[in-house]
């Protein structure tokens, strides 16, 4: 008979790593602030969270593959905000910043979840980061929890 895998939303026991740009840090603190609260709300202890702060959404990989390779997290979260400019700078840092998270996750085997958030107008930005358009780093928090408990699963199959 088959099985069918599922990960839950209880973070008890989890360790998460947060890493969050302090670029566009108006939106981006709204984000962390979700996320924090929607791991602590799913059981994550308080002090089983620990956030780095970097410069840019660039920088987030590097920093989410030194948290995965200390061997400390059950799960990372990765935090920014990219605006749109006049210029193409926007899809270089937003392209670099999604591929180099997914390498993360697909190269370490420890959930790496993406909360950048990629909008048009500083107006977008804010409506993810807390206001009618709900919170992503919430939504990225949340999906942390449901990987790490999605591959334990799997492993004590």
Known sequence: MSQVFSGDLVGT?????IVASRWNDFMVGK????ARDALVRHGVSDD???IAHVPGCFELPLVAKKMVEIGRYDAIVCLGAVIRGATPHFDYVAGEAARG???VGLESGVPVAFGVL???SVEQAIERSGSKGGNKG???ATAAIEMAN???AIDAA
């Open 48 to 50: 089983a969270i620990d």
């Open 138 to 140: 919430v939504e990225a």
């Open 150 to 152: 999605l591959l334990r």
């Open 13 to 17: 026991g989890l360790r998460i790593g």
């Open 31 to 34: 984000l962390v602030e979700g």
């Open 101 to 103: 998270i997914a390498r």
């Open 118 to 120: 990629t909008c048009d």
